[in-house]
């Protein structure tokens, strides 16, 4: 159904990243670092950090020193290195964690499951860097409500074109899947609720223009496309975004689950 991402050519540019998709992850991640309990002083883990929407939120509750990071994008993580001094950072995939056992208070994920190609070895390594009775939180776009990729996707489709490649590896869009997923590796007290932000854009050229540089399959895509459907699928995106004629706002709903391992 999708393209497997490939962590050189999908998550290597960190400013194009913040431009696209950071702008609604950095308001995402105020809102799911409250999901757990943190104190200042515990041990966190931030899986699939990139450039460091969620590291920034941790590093402010629990102190730099106490956070690390992860992810297989060496650009991504030296990026976040560089933001968030401080902070310990591995190039790594959640399958194969570089951690010790136990190493952790909390281990948070966002807006990564979806990319992750072996789930339950993930949730396996998960488990295991988390102390028991710890805190594991994660979270995922609902597709169908993020809607600078849901619009791009029936804006391509509205002038027949095929629709670009969805960056995503699994769908996570049914009630309680996200919380499915972490009752699946074994941990307790699992809750799921939902997170929705908004960015703002100053006009319609800012949006068209993000997803000429943007990250993942979108920007190759347009490039592909004759100049006769770039603009047909301008002309749909600027009516799914609300025929803007100054400044507006996209949405962006996440599912979000949060559990405990057992003591
Ligand atoms: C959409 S970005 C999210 C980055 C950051 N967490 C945020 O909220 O902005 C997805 C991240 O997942 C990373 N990633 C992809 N596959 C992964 C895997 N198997 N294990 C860990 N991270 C992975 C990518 O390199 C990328 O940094």
Known sequence: MSTQPDSNSFFAVPDAYDNFMGRFAKPLAQLFVKTIPLARGDEVLDIGC????????????????????????????????????????????????????????????????HFVGDLDQAGKEIVRVTRPGGWVATCTWLFERMELIYFMDQAARAV???????????????????????????????????????????????????????????????????????????TELFKLAGEPTGAFELSATARSAHGRTPA
Request: glycine share 10%; charged share 20%; proline share 8%.
């Open 50 to 113: 990139g450039p460091g929407a969620l590291t920034a939120q941790l590093v402010n509750v629990v102190g730099a020193k106490h956070v690390s990071v992860v992810d297989p994008s060496p650009p991504f993580l030296d990026a976040c290195k560089q933001r968030y001094p401080g902070v310990t950072g591995k190039v790594g995939r959640a399958e194969a964690l570089p951690f010790d056992a136990h190493a952790f208070d909390a281990v948070m994920s966002q807006l990564v499951i």
């Open 160 to 234: 027949g074109s095929s629709a670009p490649p969805a960056p995503r590896v699994h769908e996570f869009s049914g009630e309680g899947s996200v919380a499915a997923y972490l009752e699946s590796i074994g941990l307790e007290d699992v809750t799921e609720t939902t997170l929705t932000v908004k960015s703002g854009y100053a006009n319609f050229e800012e949006l068209w223009n993000s997803y000429l540089v943007g990250i993942g399959p979108i920007a190759p895509w347009m490039n592909e496309q004759s100049d006769e459907s770039r603009a047909a699928v301008r």
